[in-house]
């Protein structure tokens, strides 16, 4: 099987713009989440999608949504971006009921500057 | 609030010695416990778990964990490390209840010294 993929892996972006990423997951994977990783920070959660509906979310503003379609592919977007949503950006997909309690198989993730 | 340290930012150890790994997480409920490994050529990967049942499990890769409720831990061992285990390895651990969410130690880069 194919692994999770991400896309783009790269992205600059000025202050003030918006951004989509986009993660296709192992196929017959129901469960997307989405990680964001800095080196302040560290690895944090944003949020998990399954089955279309958003079941957890992290602790991070609006400007951060996301989406998942019936193909269970998933969108983020950040809206109004500043300098610090500058990061990697990790999405996982799992096959089972408990999302991000099962095991998860993450993508290689976009990278993400804003300038 | 629920959280996850890895007291231990860097360590270093020579090729064919032990290691262990620290994680303790904040009291809570009964925790899903994870570590992970993240390497430059391949991403963030899953060594092991812990749900319940037997407090030592065994991981790919050689690695094992044991849980000690007693002490909020849940440590990280491999008996003899090579070379290719040098990455940055992260606790997480998700507290049961109606909010799933799965949370990470700051990581613990380990470097291997030949």
């Known amino acids: 099987k194919a692994g999770v993929t991400q896309t783009p892996r790269y992205l600059i972006k000025t202050r003030g713009q918006q951004v989509t990423l986009s993660c296709s997951p192992i196929?017959?994977?129901?469960?997307v989440s989405w990680y964001q990783q800095t080196p302040g920070q560290g690895l944090q959660f944003l949020f998990e999608?399954?089955?279309?509906?958003?079941?957890n979310k992290g602790n991070f503003p609006g400007r951060f949504s996301g989406r998942q379609f019936s193909n269970s592919r998933s969108e983020m977007n950040v809206s109004t971006l500043e300098l610090g949503d500058s990061a990697l950006y990790l999405c996982?997909?799992?096959?089972?009921?408990?999302?991000?309690?099962?095991?998860?198989?993450f993508g290689p993730g976009t990278r993400l500057t804003v300038l | 609030a629920q959280s996850v340290t890895q007291p231990d930012i860097h360590i270093t150890v020579s090729e064919g010695a032990s290691l262990e790994l620290r994680c303790n997480y904040s009291?809570?409920?009964?925790?899903?416990l994870f570590w992970y490994v993240q390497s430059p050529g391949q991403g963030l990967q899953l060594l092991l778990k812990?749900?319940?049942?037997?407090?030592l499990v065994q991981g790919i890769k050689g690695f094992e964990a044991e849980f000690k409720r007693s002490q909020s831990s849940f440590n990280l061992r491999k008996p003899s490390v090579h070379w290719s285990d040098a990455a940055e390895y992260f606790c997480?651990?998700?507290?049961?209840?109606?909010?799933?969410?799965?949370?990470f130690g700051k990581g613990t880069l380990l470097t291997v010294n030949p």
């Open positions: 996982a997909s799992s096959a089972g009921l408990a999302g991000v309690a099962d095991t998860q198989y």
């Open positions: 196929s017959g994977h129901r469960s």
């Open positions: 999608y399954f089955s279309e509906t958003q079941r």
């Open positions: 009291y809570g409920a009964t925790p899903y």
């Open positions: 812990y749900f319940s049942g037997d407090t």
């Open positions: 997480a651990v998700v507290w049961g209840g109606s909010n799933y969410k799965l949370t």
